[in-house]
């Protein structure tokens, strides 16, 4: 069998997982290793390319936040089943499809410190392969049987590719406002997160208020994670710890430290981000520029000032849980939340 | 609102539509106009770019044919109700997106006489907007409530996406055999044939051994509709129509022609067509090449067999809807399928 192939191992950069997954990894290992299994077992085709891409993709260390969320809100919800490790995977399918594709848009050749499958392989495979694991998500949903599920994912996956459109629509363009910002990320990023959390509900047969509860809680808790994640593409303390820092820059991404930095900038400083931003896909950016760039930003205050926004969301999403009974699952929720907006890495 | 933007006029090409399905335009030009509503209603994004390629595609020609083969096979059921209209427009979202897909894959800057997408825009856009597709589908056959229809569409899905990652593979590979070469194209090509035909079935409630018949011709449909595309694109009738020829060669893809070529040639023509599929990839093709490699299958009578071979599937669907009551609709099935071996054009 092919699918005895699919390389599964973790790779090192999995093991040094954030804390807040270590510590309470104990409420959801069982289920993990199962999503892995599952994810085995539904990888089953005969052409390699298929296997060695998603082993490629899946070994090369990815937090795996969203199927630990479906398993987290599951639980909950005092969920008792195993649906959720199925569709876990489904999330999981989709998110790891998300990836391929961004590689081909955003035209990558790293991610996570590894080449990715578009610069190892090419962009056809990696197109392809994401439309196969899109399929298998589709085909989990199907076999768990959840209409409302469906609607949810298929809904979802309109969404979020749509947030990316609108993404690539605001690439060089600096008259992208924050809630413009907000809304793409709101679509690309938390739609995602949302569906992850609100699956949890949906199989506990929840009442509408703590379904809601989850999907608000997503959604900010999504927020909250791409702000942070937009702001370590121009932090020095990630360039210290040997992150490659700078991509967004490079790729004339329009994010939030761009946003407020060119608020704030004097004329001048304005001047030069309107030739290394609107013209970077023209190659006119020069060297130094992302280093000027980032001066900028630091003389403004303005990553201090996106990680006050992350952190209103993650106040937000605080806020969503407290409905939830106290006890170890809400604790780890509120962990991973609180980790999202303090992670340096 | 944006999608009143969207343009669904057919372009000329689409109007020399052909002779079977002119004739039989009655049968199913109703439902085709409500398929183009639906269209217009389901792309409501206030994404200019989602619209404006969707538009572009939409009106740069195509046959309809998917559509046209559910709405055909719901009638052939004696369906009555509405379903089959939003299952149809499903299909050719799909459809669509695999276009657009394709586009990128093969890195095409011209179908049927019109720039591609990813021409006019870029990758990028494609892709992302060939996944905003896939998931308007899956919205639709969330809405639809079926998780039969829901079955069959993911699993065509992952069924085609595999053909296509297959076809990557075997692209350059003169070891390809026509078994092999009939295996991918039932798998990216009859496969959505097969889900339009069959879903008409389902809906329409009909016994097993119906929907059975009808997943059979659509297969079989299919699979004599993609050995004919592949011939034509060795054609000297289509070059003399003014259509491009050669593409399939350039890309250096396997093709039925080929295969039978290359199990016939002698050793320099061997030598030959190693040197210029083997490494087309490498820019190993020189000027003349193709009209060598047309001498080559001519002398072999290799398109007057890939005929052949596509006409035993058409008797093989034919075949299938016997057991069908004669009338209109079961000939309108029948001159669809003589005109997918018989076309020139």
Redesign the interface.
């Known amino acids: 069998m092919m699918n005895e192939q699919l390389n599964m191992e973790e790779s090192e950069d999995t093991k040094l997982v954030d804390n807040a997954l270590v510590k309470w990894k104990h409420l959801y290992d069982d289920e993990l290793k199962n999503v892995d299994k599952f994810i085995v077992e539904n990888i089953d085709?005969d052409?390699?390319?298929?296997i060695n891409i998603i082993s490629h993709i899946l070994s090369s260390g990815g937090k795996r936040i969203r199927p630990i969320l479906t398993i987290l809100s599951a639980k909950l919800c005092g969920y008792e089943g195993d649906r959720h490790v199925s569709l876990a995977t489904a999330i999981e399918f989709f998110h790891t499809a998300t990836l391929l594709?961004d590689d081909?848009?955003d035209e990558s050749s790293m991610r996570r410190g590894s080449p990715t499958a578009n610069s190892v392989w090419d962009?056809?495979?990696s197109?392809?392969?994401g439309?196969?694991l899109?399929?298998?998500a589709?085909?989990i949903?199907?076999?768990d049987?959840s209409?409302k599920v469906?609607?949810i994912?298929?809904?979802s996956?309109?969404i979020?590719?749509?947030g990316?459109?609108?993404q690539?629509?605001a690439t060089n363009d600096l008259t992208t406002n924050k809630e413009q910002y907000i809304d793409i990320i709101s679509s690309k990023t938390s739609q995602l997160f949302v569906a992850a959390c609100q699956v949890g509900a949906v199989i506990s047969e929840q009442k509408a208020k703590n379904e809601k509860a989850l999907e608000s809680f997503g959604r900010n808790l999504g927020t909250a994670f791409q702000i942070i994640d937009d702001t370590l593409d121009y932090s020095a303390k990630q360039e210290q710890l040997g992150k490659e820092i700078g991509d967004d820059f490079r790729e004339g991404k329009v994010t939030l430290p761009i946003i407020l930095a060119y608020q704030r900038a004097d004329k001048a400083e304005k001047r030069f981000l309107e030739r290394s931003i609107e013209w970077a896909a023209d190659g006119l950016q020069e060297k130094g520029d992302f280093e000027r760039a980032v001066s900028i930003i630091d003389k403004y205050d303005v990553l201090e000032d996106s990680i006050e926004t992350a952190k209103e969301y993650a106040n937000r999403a605080k806020q969503n849980l407290s409905i939830f009974p106290d006890g170890e699952i809400k604790q780890s929720l509120l962990d991973i939340l609180d980790f999202s907006v303090s992670r340096e890495y």
């Open positions: 085709s052409a390699s390319l298929i594709h081909v848009v962009n056809s495979a197109v392809l392969v439309d196969y899109l399929s298998k589709f085909q949903i199907s076999r049987g209409l469906l609607r994912l298929s809904d996956s309109a979020i590719t749509e990316e459109v609108k690539l629509m």
